[in-house]
């Protein structure tokens, strides 16, 4: 594995000591590899971030760290002592302290006991309440932050709760302070505060590890980051001496996996043909804190693929195209016909489908056999007093599990059972099941195995040859160019670009991804905003 | 082991199963003639017939809260529920002029039933449109519910004299006492309703994966009304059953203590409280085991209240079976095996 | 290491955030009413003041001191159960076993005496016993993960159980210290009077009210109704708690058996039948959202009150038949179970 590693050995330049080392670090879950022998250093002063797509075990690394999963193999040195933490209660006493994306604090209780709670100052065996005020006022000041220590943490916006919590943990004396994705719910003002703060912090010597999707916040804050990928580690590097589209491409990497039987897509008919007629037509489509408003054109038959990050805006562009959220601004054609999506179940009316991103929590039902999995959403659709047929039950089922090579091919095993490729060629089947006209798919095949993925792709092309518009999302930038008839680049929560995938290139994507600034060489023309 | 036997123990019903072959056995022992049963009049008598006929109202209740379970929810008002469809038919009966008519009792039995849809309606309003925990929706009505009961029997225990609706409770029916056609009956219909319709399929979902269920366009809000109207529904039936064996509306005893045996009959029966998969068979055997439980530690000669504490027992050993933290612990120790199994073919192998 | 953050913050350039502007007096009212933390307790302290108002317009003799002394004299066991009962529901959980444990309480009390044993023994005896059964539910509900509603459906199946397995019939209570001390009334002056059993439940209160309030457990009671996931973040002492919150309301309703007894001498198997429910409404009533986090003990005694000053009314309507406590009861907990859902709902 070390071939695939660029450990830079010259920094930090002063050869301090690093108040963090993990090396060698395993972790093992059900049938996955979560992290396989990745190792990681944190230095005092420093805000350092962890970088990688879903899968690439940057939270597991961080729960390694903080305590919540047992390591199966490796070694985590704090402060030059070897460590085994029990729990976050252990690592925090070692001067570790978390803040979490969901604000992990008690809403119910008051702004200091979040602060002080588990060390509040006590008197005559209770809490000294007037002394825990006081001193959570203290800290809150040091934040900068004019706020009642006795008001109610709940009836705070998320940003101040933010930084509540990080006064909690700087009370503890923390050597190192984990934020992850603290930004992903703060307006920029709210970004300006929270750096002010970290800044701070990290001229007084903590250790930040500092996680976030946005590229910009990451050049804007940090000093050194760790990239990550598949649980494997690809490298540590100064954010000075790397490029935005050096680290896209190490995040997303190169798969590198051909598949010959598809071949190029025949682009030059999509190019040189007519526009195909338009089946939906987005304008100025858009939710807050979501997605910015955007404006998207789908043609019958066309693929259309995704690019862009985690937390980029993908996954929630394609959800309000499934009527899984609602829209909150603009106006939405479907086959020439003005609509609003209002729940999934209309927009499966109009023979629109959504694959979720998360199979397991969103996906399939997994106590339900593969035959009732595969039927349910056009059982649902017709609703429960007209049952499909149980011959017409059993004929769809045996025709997926045929057709995608669902293994094993027994229509009554339980889902659970299933393996996540077929798991995932199951929820494709209950979508196909609806005849869709338009068919979103949310990285159907991460996690999966090359087998499945090949013929998922293959799937892909063939409905879409039949006149099937979908949309393909995934992180794998081979799989959008070699699928898609166009690519939309997204950047924080921005559609960014609207190409035709003539000649488009992976690093011409990955600038795009990085920060929308085109290579001049890069032959791109992005479309006009409808055109 | 062979393949039929692995299925038949991996089986839902399996546990249960023995639980009651044991019972049965334990009673076939003290009594030899608990089995027999004997025809007269045409009708059949014996224990077994008693266990059936004594089990029916909790059974019926059983079948609806199994229901309610699948989807994640939980019904604590059927007790009162039953109590209010006892109280509406008795003070009807009691109002009208001739008792004994028929026709008096059809309306009886239809107005307590249509009072039942109604709160039915309401726990499913509540849970469904208002969006309060089953628990604590249900809860509102099982406070009030006995209170409402007296308000129509305005505190009296109604006793009422009207062999058609008596026959409800004592009767016989194709040799069969009626309470049991009638538990028989609605099993059917629920069997037939939830699995030759979607309804079933649906409602697992639902307590499965609620979230999933959303995005594959399953309509919760139907299925809920749909489960907490025909939980009700049932009680409802049930309370009929029980008043008509009184031949009285006690708006205080009516069902006290009948939602705990049907959450029991369904629980032993395999269903499980998080919701998802459930087995009416399951709920039936649950019922049974429940009633032959009650008659065991009866004819065994313990005071039949003191069945409580074996209640108390099976519903013990039945959550420690079903709890995550022994699977979990099975599962670490099956892993362990396999883990040790492999190293050493690994160690073989090297 | 928090001295130096007190140092001028590094980048100059980002202001400050700006105070929130001062809220008008009406507005800080409104604040105090549709929080979750107050808001449900205000409206029950004015629904209490409300009704007794309306009772001492309507019925002569009924704006006396004794009449609201009696709200304690008659409800100091139900006081004591929801003490308990705010502590399991403030954790998210429910104990249905109390009034099942109440009746077995009674009925060990009972059998106990009138075999001879000297109340000094069997009182603690109750107590631990009482304790120890809880202890076995919060054990079963934190280990093996059983919803807190069947573990304490089991244990009330249990109690209920054992109450027949000491005696089918009722037992009366004749021991001479017992009897002395329920028969006792602490004058108040005025001709005004209380019993040992208010003075009991009251020290409970006070008790409960400086744990909840102002220890490190009591705090933990409240953060694990708020997230329990959170709460093992911050490392908090979370599954202690869980356990020790049933052995608070076991306890408790090992006391209130003690003091019902007390109030009956007598113990019956089938005494405080529904007492779980009562338990359960005064302390939803008193503000105490049923999904936890949010709460008082003082609350939860107002909600008792609210309660007993119903039934006092129904009384002294004489017409009101007594069933419409349970209809009123319902219907204040739906208006409560609203108003819960609504001002939380409002802060998501």
Sequence with gaps: MTDTREVREHFPADGATPVVEMTGISILFPGVKALDDVSFRLFPGEVHSLMGENGAGKSTLIKALTGVYPIDSGTIVVDGQPVSFTGPAAAQAAGISTVYQEVNLLPNLSVAENILLGREPRRFGGIDGRAMRRRAAELLEGLNLDIDPGSLLGSHSLAIQQLVAIARAINVDSKVLILDEPTSSLDADEVAELFRVIRSLRDSGVAILFVSHFLDQIYEITNRLTVLRNGRLVGEYLTTELLRIDLVQKMIGKELTT???????????????????????????????AIEPFDLV????????????????????ARILGGIDRADSGQLDIAGARTRLRSPRQAISRRIAYSSENRRSEGIIDDLTVRENIVLALQADRGWFRPIPKKRREELAQSYIQTLNIRPANPDALVRNLSGGNQQKVLLARWLAIAPRLLILDEPTRGIDIGAKAEIQKLVYTLAENGMSVVFISAELEEVLRLSHRVVVLRDRRLVADLENDGLTVDALLALIADGSVDDEAPLAPLGESS | MNPTLLRAVSSRLFWPIVMLVILVAINVVAFPDFLSITVTDGHLFGSVIDILRNGAPTFIIAIGMTLVIATRGIDLSVGAVAA?????????????????????????????????????????????????????????????????????????????DSAPFKSLGSGFLLGMPVAVVIGAAI?????????????GMLIESVGINPEASRQAGVRARVLLFAVYTFCALSAGIAGLILT??????????????????????????????????????????????????????????????????????????????????????????????????????????? | ??????????????????????????????????????????????????????????????????????????????????????????????????????????????????????????????????????????????????????????????????????????????????????????????????????????????????????????????????????????????????????????????????????????????????????????????????????????????GVLVLGVIQTI???????????????????????????????????
């Design chain 1, 298 to 317: 789908i043609g019958e038959g066309e693929v259309i693929g995704l690019a862009g990050l985690l937390g980029s805006g993908r996954t929630e562009l």
């Design chain 2, 244 to 350: 008509a064996n009184q031949t009285a509306a006690d708006s205080n005893n009516t069902g006290l203590f009948i939602e705990l045996d049907a959450i029991l009959a369904v629980v032993i029966g395999g269903t499980s409280l998080a919701g998802g998969r459930y087995s009416l068979a399951g709920t039936l055997v649950g019922a049974l085991v429940i009633q032959t439980l009650v008659t065991t530690v009866y004819t065994v000669g313990i005071p039949p209240i003191v069945t409580m504490v074996f209640k108390a027992a099976v519903v013990t050993a039945v959550c420690l079976l079903q709890s995550p933290a022994t699977s979990a612990a099975v599962g670490r120790l099956r892993y362990r095996i396999s883990a040790r199994t492999s190293r050493v073919k690994e160690a073989a192998a090297s």
């Design chain 2, 187 to 199: 099993f059917v219909v629920a069997a037939l309703l939830t699995r030759r319709t979607a309804l």
């Design chain 1, 259 to 289: 598949l010959d039987e598809i071949g190029e897509r025949a682009h030059a008919d999509a190019v040189t043909a007519d526009r195909p007629a338009d089946y939906a037509r987005a304008e100025g489509l858009g939710r807050k804190g």
């Design chain 2, 84 to 160: 209010i469809s006892g109280a509406v038919a008795c003070s009807i009966l009691l109002g009208s002029p001739d008792p004994g008519a028929v026709g008096t009792v059809i309306v009886a039995v239809a107005a307590a039933l249509v009072t039942s849809l109604v709160l039915g309606l309401w726990n499913g309003f509540l849970v469904s449109v208002i969006g309060i925990q089953p628990i604590i929706a249900t809860l509102v009505l099982m406070t009030a519910g006995r209170g409402v009961a007296m308000l129509i029997t305005e505190g009296q225990i109604l006793t009422v």
């Design chain 3, 314 to 348: 129904i009384t002294f309507e004489g017409t009101l038949s007594s069933w419409w406590t349970r209809i009123f009861i319902g219907g204040l907990l739906l208006v409560f179970i609203i108003l819960q859902k609504v001002l939380t709902a409002r802060r998501r």
């Design chain 3, 1 to 302: 290491m928090t001295s130096t953050l007190d140092r001028p913050s590094s980048s100059a350039s980002i202001e400050p955030p700006k105070p929130l502007p001062p809220r008008s007096p009406i507005g800080r009212v409104r604040d105090i009413f549709t929080s979750p933390r107050s808001g449900p307790v205000l409206v029950t302290a004015l629904l209490f003041v409300a009704v007794f108002l309306i009772g001492g317009a309507r019925y002569r003799g009924f704006f006396s001191g004794q009449v609201f002394l009696n709200l304690f004299v008659d409800n100091s066991y139900l006081i004591v159960l929801a003490v308990g009962m705010t502590f399991v529901i403030l954790t998210g959980g429910i104990d249905l076993s109390v009034g099942a444990v109440v009746a077995v309480s009674t009925m060990i009390a009972a059998s106990l005496l009138q075999s001879g044993w000297s109340p000094g023994v069997v009182i603690p005896l109750i107590l631990v016993l009482t304790s120890f059964l809880g202890l076995l539910v919060g054990l079963m509900i934190h280990v093996f993960k059983v919803q807190p509603f069947i573990a304490t459906l089991a244990a009330m199946f249990l109690a209920r159980g054992l109450c027949y397995v000491i005696s089918k019939d009722s037992i009366s209570i004749n021991e001479p210290t017992f009897v002395a001390l329920a028969v006792t009334r602490i004058p108040l002056g005025g001709g005004l009077s209380i019993t040992p059993s208010v003075v009991i439940a009251l020290v409970v209160v006070v008790i409960a009210v400086w744990v909840l309030g102002f220890t490190r457990f009591g705090r933990t009671v409240y953060a694990l109704g708020g997230s329990e996931q959170s709460g093992i973040l911050m490392g908090l002492p979370v599954a202690r708690t869980k356990v020790i919150v049933y052995v608070v309301s076991g306890f408790c309703s090992g006391l209130a058996g003690v003091l019902f007894s007390l109030y009956t001498l007598s113990g019956y198997p089938l005494t405080a039948v529904g007492t779980e429910l009562d338990a359960i409404a005064a302390v939803v009533i008193g503000g105490t959202l049923l999904a936890g986090g949010y709460g008082f003990v003082l609350g939860s005694v107002l």
